[in-house]
């Protein structure tokens, strides 16, 4: 019985601790990246439900204040928040339109922030006599993406830059957890055809090479538990080896009892 219970116990000890393999990102040999500069050169196509943010200059400051939700003047130093994108931001709606005060609706879906820009000078024509007069400026304000599972900061986070990798997303979530499984990182993304699920194993290097390592405004980040969480054995050694001490004790006790009663 005394060999039964120490085999089973070294068991639990060798299949609850989480071995170093399992935490260290970005193993394996480096090697030639060619779709990573391919990414980065890819400009980021707009799709609905992201917040554009346009700001126009011009010597014309009354002229400005018409085509703008927030008389800034032009101003420099003025900070968004995501309260403010959410009230003053341009918002592409379902069809694929942002509504711009006296330009009406107009179509930017698909498109980059660079070509929005263009649609806008052209239509300004209409109202600047010299189009050198006015300024112009599109950016994407954010990238949105939701981080749900084994990392210290769940929710969602609305990363201001042009371009976020999944290392960005997770490192924005404060990391994942001890428990968190970094070889199956699911990343949910809808899509025309529907919602599509990529698997990132976060362990491999090869990892950058991947496409879907660049996320996407409104993607869906998934880290899944390891099996160690659900066994609620600890997850470092000493955590094990002080809850297998504290059932051999128990065991041992009862046994002790039994024998004290025959």
């Known amino acids: 019985m005394k060999k039964f ?9 060798l299949n609850s601790c989480i071995p170093k393999k399992n935490l260290v990102y970005f193993q394996g040999e480096p090697q030639q990246i060619d779709s990573i500069q391919r990414i980065q050169e890819t400009p980021y196509r707009l799709q609905i439900n992201d917040i554009l943010t346009i ?3 011009s010597p014309n400051k009354e002229l400005v204040t018409l085509f703008t939700t927030r ?17 003053d931001g341009y918002s592409i709606d379902k069809h694929g339109n942002i509504r711009v005060p006296y330009l009406g609706e107009i179509n930017v879906l698909g498109y980059t922030t660079s070509e929005v820009r263009e649609k806008i000078d ?21 990238v949105r993406v939701t981080i749900i599972g084994e ?33 199956n990182v699911s990343l949910f993304r809808k899509g025309p055809s529907g919602t599509e699920r990529f698997v990132v194993n976060m362990l491999d290097l090869s990892s950058f090479n991947k496409d879907n390592f660049y996320i996407q405004s409104n993607d869906v ?24 001490i504290a ?16």
């Open 221 to 244: 980040i998934y880290v899944e538990p390891l099996k160690q969480k659900s066994w609620g054995t600890g997850t470092t050694g000493m955590q094990t080896l002080t809850t297998i």
């Open 151 to 183: 990392v210290k900061t769940t929710g969602v986070h609305i990363i201001y830059q042009n371009q976020v990798t999944l290392v960005d997303a997770i490192a924005i979530a404060g990391d994942i957890t001890v428990v968190g499984n970094r070889k």
């Open 5 to 13: 219970l120490t085999f089973i116990l070294l068991a639990i000890l």
């Open 247 to 262: 059932i051999f004790s128990l065991l041992t006790t009862t046994l002790l009892l039994i024998n004290a009663f025959k």
């Open 55 to 57: 700001q126009i200059k």
């Open 122 to 142: 052209k239509l300004f024509e209409n109202y600047f006599k010299n189009s050198d007069d006015v300024f112009v400026t599109v950016k994407l304000a954010g």
């Open 71 to 87: 008389a800034t003047g032009g101003t420099t130093n003025y900070r968004y928040s995501e309260q403010s994108l959410y009230f």
